[in-house]
């Protein structure tokens, strides 16, 4: 028999496989394409123990798995079929003989127990033995379907024209003296007594060892994918299978799982990811539907507008263009050992401003540590106002590019800050611009690559000050400043209380405004008014929104005040594992964590830079800064 039929259609359908992760199949098999999961894809038909079962299933040829060669199954010769008296060999021709072996063997077999099952009717047995110990209860008729005609053989006929055993048929034959009106479903591989099974306790140990990995949770996706957790970017399957090994011998456990074992547990009770999740993917263009044409058309224009207010700010000394984002946090300390795996650490946190004028094109990094504040608005909107107030940019008119991250950057507070700079006379005119959703590809994200690449040259970090150093030199063509924020942090906050604005939900005109979801562009040229658009076309009409809630010769003069009170404070159990990690901390560095661990996560220290040649301290930036964030006065006439 030659090898062809349904192996060839099953490894064909493996072979349409598509480059895009995708298996597709032709109009009777499949009326679409299923997307296949982000697992590597088990090609389950091309493994050399599924071959030789589905080759040993239709008859063809094979090889064992020790090596023995099985030769493939022929149909029967009608005139060998047997010599009974029934005369079964002239019931058949060649061809009949060659299409009831054909039909045999393109079934399963399952398909294949329910055809002899069909094929065989008990009877009383017409003669009985004296002299036998033991009577036959049962005695069998085989017959064969050719049409529409029924043709009764022998049992040694039907076994040639079949190419079976005698053992298989009489193993379909119990079944039905048993009584069953279907034969049992083919159990082979399913029994339960298997002895290189592993005990449930040993699975356990597997699930706990991976359940000591700290995990965090996706910032930007946790609405839309809950359950979805992160292990550190340093670990994959491998590394914890290895670290497994060690701990069980740590644990003085005996048996120990393979490395497919416990990738299995890890794939299929878990649901774990590496590294930082993929918050800037686009969520229209990752959807199985069809791509909306006009979503990628508002993104490249998006890309053509930033490009231009890039180009603009270059070319001209009235316009300053930024960007600003914030880092994927960054571990203290940042171990090698295996131990630290297992443990949680501290934050650091970094907020890049990418700047662009006539003058320079630079980096802007501002970084602060977990227990002294968190990550939102006030952070970094004060981060803005450090580099704005302490730098010496000249030009009437701000062009700012963020993210639509509204815990951050999109934002009634930020709106306030833009009206703070604007009551103060820093610019004409402010625009704030927003990318398409899922495109936020900004300058400031080229800073972060540069940073990174950096890092991963650092196997090990023990302080904010190795920090300091490693994104102070991540660019050598023009060098990033560092600042630490410190006491820095203002209140952002009460802006809207100390200008006397407040949030409008409707325009001028009377209409909703969709702030989070709809809004592109911002601009502020007069204090209490904002204007928005809805895209990032010059020929789309401005919508205008007053946000004054008093009149505005009520507000005299506005100082806002450094933030004094801690924001952040680090739990105790993060703390409970710094802690632990300190005898992997060198002594010069073990004071600040031991300092935290002192004042439960709360922060007494203020360390203030803006050094991007050594990474040093600059006392005289910091009286600098002290004196524009303290006592700095905004008079609005």
């Known amino acids: 028999m030659q090898s062809s039929g349904p192996i060839n259609t099953m490894l064909d359908a493996v072979a349409r496989n598509n480059d895009d992760g995708t298996v597709s199949g032709s109009a009777d098999d499949h009326s679409s394409v299923h997307k296949v999961s982000r697992k590597r894809f088990r090609n389950v038909p ?22 023995k060669v099985v030769a493939a199954k022929n149909p029967a010769e009608n005139h060998n079929l047997c010599g009974c008296k029934m005369k079964c060999s002239e019931k058949f021709t060649g061809d009949q003989c060659k299409q009831i072996f054909d039909a045999f063997y393109e079934l399963s077999e399952d398909g294949k127990n329910s055809y002899i099952f069909k094929c065989i009717k008990p009877c009383a047995p017409k003669v009985r033995m004296c002299s036998a110990r033991k009577h036959r209860s049962v005695s069998f008729q085989y017959e064969i379907t050719l049409g529409s005609e029924l043709k009764r053989v022998c049992k040694k006929a039907y076994v040639r024209l079949h190419q079976i055993t005698k053992a298989k048929v009489a193993h379909i034959a119990g079944q039905v003296s048993s009584g069953l009106s279907a034969p049992r479903p083919v159990a082979r591989g399913k029994h339960v007594s298997r002895r290189r099974r592993y005990p449930q306790t040993v699975l356990s140990k597997v699930v706990e060892h991976i359940g000591l990995f700290p995990v965090e949770t996706s910032h930007y996706s946790r609405n839309s994918n809950p359950n979805r957790k992160y292990l550190s970017p340093v670990l994959n399957i ?86 600003f984002d914030m880092q994927k946090t960054m571990p203290l300390p940042k171990l090698t050992t295996s131990v630290a795996f297992y443990l949680r650490q501290l934050w650091l946190y970094n907020v890049g401003i990418h700047v662009t004028n006539s003058k320079e094109n630079k980096a802007y990094f501002h970084i602060w540590s977990e227990n002294e504040a968190g990550t939102g608005c006030e952070e970094v909107g004060s981060c803005i106002l450090t580099l704005l107030l302490s730098s010496n940019f000249k030009g009437k008119r701000l062009v700012a590019w963020s993210d639509s991250c509204a815990g951050q950057n999109k934002n009634f507070y930020l709106l306030c800050l833009w009206q703070y700079l604007i009551a103060s006379k820093k610019f004409e005119e402010i625009h704030h611009k927003f990318p398409e959703p899922g495109h936020s590809f900004l300058d400031s994200d080229r800073d972060f690559a540069q940073v990174e690449k950096h890092l991963r040259k650092n196997q090990t970090v023990y302080s904010i000050d190795e920090y300091h150093s490693i994104l102070a030199q991540s660019q050598s063509k023009q060098q990033p400043s560092v600042t630490r924020m410190g006491s820095l942090f203002v209140n952002v906050k009460e802006l809207p209380s100390l200008l006397g604005l407040r949030s409008k939900l409707r325009n001028c005109d009377g209409d909703k405004v969709y702030f989070r979801d709809s809004v592109r562009w911002i601009r502020v040229v007069e204090f209490g008014m904002y204007q928005y658009k809805t895209s990032h076309s010059e020929d789309e009409q401005w919508k205008s929104v007053n946000i004054v809630s008093r009149p505005q010769d009520a507000v005299s003069s506005v100082q806002l005040s450094s933030r004094a009170e801690i924001k952040s404070v680090v739990k105790p159990s993060k703390i409970a594992d710094i802690r632990k990690q300190l005898p992997y901390i060198p002594a010069v560095h073990r004071g600040f964590y031991e300092q935290i661990i002192a004042t439960g996560g709360q922060s007494t220290e203020v360390c203030i830079s ?15 800064l002290l004196c524009h964030l303290s006592s700095h006065h905004a008079r609005i006439r």
């Open 46 to 67: 091309l493994w050399s123990r599924m071959k030789r079962k589905l080759a040993r299933q239709h008859g063809q040829a094979y090889t064992t798995a020790g090596g």
């Open 610 to 624: 803006d050094d991007g040649e050594s990474g040093g301290e600059s006392d005289e930036t910091e009286d600098h």
């Open 238 to 323: 491998n590394k914890m299978y290895k670290l497994y090994r060690t701990w069980c011998q740590e644990q003085g456990l005996k048996q120990i799982v393979s490395g497919r074992k416990y990738r299995d547990i890890f794939n299929t009770q878990f649901n774990l990811g590496f590294g930082s999740p993929k918050s800037d993917t686009c969520s229209t263009c990752d959807s199985e539907d069809s791509i909306s044409m006009e979503h990628k058309r508002r993104a490249d224009k998006a890309f053509l507008a930033m490009k231009n207010d890039r180009i603009q700010a270059q070319t001209t000394d009235d316009v300053t263009f930024l960007t």
